[in-house]
């Protein structure tokens, strides 16, 4: 199955939203493109930790957030504490970094505004990353932080996640749906920013995307991937939600720049979503590439994709209450 994006926008299907871009934003993104294009496709391995964390410790750091170190689940990471926080909920969130980069620490201020925004507190895991801890570590790593969440009587959870947490907290959700175990019911919903689902890379939009993503080649990536999987299959559902059983998922929200190479897993992920009967939609963003939620207080788009983040989160938040 393949279904790219093309200039009519509409042409996706019910489940989706193109948002147009802005003046303003156009004149921001051309700025940062000129930024970060001459380092596209640089960052590999080991090395690239360092400057990715930089970047991510650029985004502004939200009003009203508190931050404190933990362990949950025996997994290491950082809750992130709004002040308008409800009791009894909290979000589980998956940081990216193609499984080989990333932190907690780093990634606070990003999932600071969502927690500010969803007006609950969230988790960080800080999972095993690659090339030291290959496939299946990582998932494993996710799951113990969700079920230390239920054994800390948490009774209403919602998962996100971005890039490779966006892999995980899908490949979560489809795990959940498979299992047996009640705690699965405490599930509300899911988020996902420019979400990994298909590590076999075979989606269109890494051709047709290829000049527009600022970030990200097709060769740098196979070699993240390759590290990752370590000989395992691209195309088990357990490490591709894309090839997932789909149908019983609660309900997710997915958000991708147009210009990512990852558009396509968006848009495939949730339309097969969709077609199962799951209440799913992907929101695009015209002109933005992969990360763009972190430029708030630059990008209109971002404030934009964190007000529909957080409304959506209250939401199902509010809906799980009900259904209990």
Known sequence: MKTTLQENPDTIGAWSAFHPISAQDTAAMAAMRALVEPSKGRLE????????????????????????????????????????????????????????????????????HIAAHAGVEVFVPDYSLAPEHPF????????????????RCVTKIAVSGDSAGGN??????????????????????GVALSPVTDLALSGESWSTRAEADPYFTRSQVTGLVRSYLAGHEASDPLASPLYADLAGLPPIRVH???DEVLLDDSIRFVERAAAAGVDARVDVWEGMAQGFPGGIGQLAASTEALDLIGAFLAERFAQSAIQR
């Not at 080991?46 to 508190?66: K, N, Q, Y």
């Not at 299946?136 to 799951?143: I, N, S, T, Y």
Request: neutral net charge; charged residues 15%; proline residues 6%.
């Open 168 to 189: 995980l907290s899908l490949g979560l959700l489809a795990f959940l749906k498979a299992s047996h175990a009640s705690v699965k019911n405490a599930i509300g919903g």
């Open 256 to 258: 991708v720049g147009n």
């Open 45 to 112: 391995g080991l090395a690239a930790r360092v400057p990715f964390d930089s970047i991510m410790e650029g985004v502004a750091a939200p009003v009203g957030v508190t931050y404190a170190t933990d362990q949950v689940g025996g997994i290491p990471g950082t809750w992130c504490r709004p002040r308008n926080a409800r009791p009894g909920e909290a979000l589980l969130h998956v940081h990216g970094g193609w499984f080989t980069w990333g932190s907690a620490h780093a990634f606070r201020h990003l999932v600071g």
């Open 136 to 151: 299946p570590a990582a998932a494993e790593d996710v799951r113990a932080a969700y079920f230390g969440l239920i054994e």
